[in-house]
């Protein structure tokens, strides 16, 4: 969502301006291009140098700078971006954007502009909450200026309570949010979706679990392709090193009975993906206390787990509309894999083989056979990533014909 978008960074001066490195970092790593405003303030926290160099760009500070005026007027600065971000934003700034103050380059461009302006308030607690600069926050939010956080937490000034500079991963998920808004004409938009994604960890006791090699991969960049399309994603995620997706609400599970019940939680929803490596057997018997080596192994009882892809296909009122399923096999792969599909219910399911040797468990590539009632496609060898982008399409091109 962010490849692309131009972004003019204004920082002004409080200690939160540390973390707009790390922030600059973050959005070029999404495609981002990012062009800073340092405010004096700013600068007394972060060196204009460290922002050139992070941001690969010319730094501007000085409102009457007769080279940057001439390389890029502040009208133009104001203008040449697709959003004004102002993080960390003081109490100051917010009150000279309220009353229309134009006194330093950043107070300028940000009257100057008729680009949509994002803030993420910054300060003492009492500063926050007080009546001003609450004020103050009801008319930007008024002129539709978009506002995230601050968090609440220990502040640099030793207080605690509300101001705490909001984290770098929400100001990236409101930015993707803001896009995606503005887009409005994603393929999926307004389309609400769940996917599971991850293995599940059944305990055997309080250290010790069964479980399997699913990374999450896969299952995560369906979830980031489909949010990428504009729809509403819901991704129940089992214990996984994968970061959350941007713009996906996650929700984090470790057994199969947690992800069943986070799943039935997300419904209705117009489109369910089943990707997780959901653990089939639990632990009837798992220990509450840290089972004790003796000469003797223990005996382990397993008990089936629910069916989360099957529960969710069932008919009824809350089934969604395309209930799209994977099978990982070791032979055989298509036929297994339609027979699976049958007995599941579901509409489609993405068969893969995950032989050793395959890679497909852990591994960035995936070779998969799209299966329908009606249709067996198979793609060639692709990343995970464009095997969800084009899962992700073919979701589209489905939504629009019929959901
Ligand atoms: O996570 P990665 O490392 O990226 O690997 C990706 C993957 C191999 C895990 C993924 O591509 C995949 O194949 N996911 C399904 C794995 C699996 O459990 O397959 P299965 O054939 O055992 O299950 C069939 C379907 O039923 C799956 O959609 C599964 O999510 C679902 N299921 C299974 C058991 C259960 N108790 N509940 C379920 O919902």
Not at 31 to 49: D, M
Not at 168 to 174: L, M, S
Not at 306 to 334: H, K, M, N, S
Not at 349 to 362: E, K, M, R
Request: contains cysteine; hydrophobic residues 45%; neutral net charge.
């Amino acid at each position: 969502m962010l490849n692309g978008k131009r972004i003019l960074l204004i920082v002004a001066g409080g200690i939160a301006a540390v973390k707009v490195p790390d922030l600059i970092r973050r959005l070029r790593e999404r495609g981002a291009s990012v062009r800073c405003i340092l405010t004096k303030g700013g600068a007394q926290f972060v060196t204009p140098l460290t922002l050139a160099a992070l941001s690969g760009q010319k730094i501007y500070q000085d409102l009457f700078s007769l080279t940057d005026e001439s390389e890029m007027g502040h009208i133009q600065l104001s203008r040449d971006a697709d959003i004004l971000l102002v993080a960390p934003a003081t109490a100051d700034i917010m009150a000279k954007m309220t009353a229309g103050i134009a006194d330093d380059i950043a107070t300028t461009a940000l009257l100057a502009t008729d680009k949509p302006v994002m803030i993420c308030p910054s300060m003492n607690v009492m500063m926050w909450t007080h009546p001003a600069t609450q004020a103050n926050l009801e008319t930007l939010k008024a002129r539709s200026v978009e506002i995230v956080g601050p968090g609440a937490g220990d502040l640099a000034c030793g207080e605690v309570g509300d101001g705490r500079l909001a984290e770098v991963k929400d100001i990236i998920a409101a930015l993707n949010r803001f896009f995606q808004r503005q887009r409005g004409d994603g393929a999926l938009a307004r389309m609400r979706v769940l996917v599971t994604s991850g293995p599940t960890h059944e305990p055997i006791d309080p250290v010790r679990y069964i479980s399997n090699r699913s990374s999450g991969k896969q299952g995560h960049a369906i979830a980031a392709a489909l949010a990428n399309l504009g729809a509403q994603v819901t991704l129940i995620a089992g214990p996984t090193a994968e970061p959350d997706p941007d713009g996906v609400a996650v929700v984090r599970v470790e057994t199969a009975a947690q992800m069943l019940k986070a799943s039935r939680e997300a419904l209705p929803c117009d489109i369910a993906v089943c990707a997780a490596a959901v653990a089939d057997w639990h632990v009837a018997d798992a220990s509450k206390t840290k089972l004790k080596k003796s000469t003797t192994p223990p005996r382990i009882n397993l008990a089936p787990n629910p069916d989360i892809l099957a529960t969710l296909a069932q008919p009824g009122p809350q089934r969604p509309l395309l209930v799209i399923g994977f099978a990982a096999e070791t032979g055989d792969v298509i036929e297994k894999a339609k027979v699976k599909r049958a007995a599941k219910n579901c509409d489609w399911i993405i068969a893969n083989d995950v032989s050793p040797g395959s890679g497909t468990f852990g591994g960035d590539d995936n070779t998969v056979h799209v299966i329908t009632a009606q249709n067996v496609e198979s793609w060639p060898t692709l990343k995970k990533r464009e095997v969800a982008e084009k899962l992700a399409g073919l979701i589209a091109t489905h939504a629009a014909k019929f959901l």
